[in-house]
């Protein structure tokens, strides 16, 4: 196999992460900052696509992050995404009353999503219900 064949599958994967930077960068900022009071993260993503250098280490921090922050797809969601879906990378799909239950500490990247019929799940840690926010 080449090595432009090889590389093939990172260049696609940091072009689905730009992609997402620059169409989804000012909300994955805001969030940082709400929740952490620190976004430097996408500012080092943002900097590695403006370099000449590589910004997959750059994008693949950031994807790392946002999945921590309970986003199961992260950055690189369109290449997580299944067949169908049709939402921005790394953005849940924002409908009206979409609800996913967090970490109420935001310590871990628990996540749990609501289903007809059952309780709220407690965290093991703090022993409360997780917290509710949308999606």
Excluded: I, K
């Excluded at 940091?14 to 996408?42: E, I, M, P, Q, W």
């Amino acid at each position: 196999m080449s090595d432009s064949t090889q590389d093939a599958p990172v260049a696609a994967r940091s072009r689905a992460g730009a992609a997402a930077v620059c169409a989804f960068g000012d909300r994955y900022r805001a969030t940082l900052l709400s929740r952490y009071g620190d976004a430097d993260v996408v500012d080092r993503a943002v900097e590695a696509l403006r370099s000449a250098d590589d910004p997959t280490v750059a994008l693949d921090e950031l994807d790392a992050v946002l999945q921590a922050l309970g986003d199961p797809r992260g950055l690189y969601g369109a290449l997580r995404a299944a067949p169908g879906t049709t939402h921005g990378a790394g953005l849940a799909p924002t409908s009206p009353g979409e609800s996913v239950y967090l970490c109420p500490t935001a310590r871990c990247s628990r996540y749990w999503l609501p289903e007809a019929g059952t309780t709220v799940p407690r965290c093991a840690v703090s022993d409360t219900a997780l917290r509710r926010t949308r999606l």
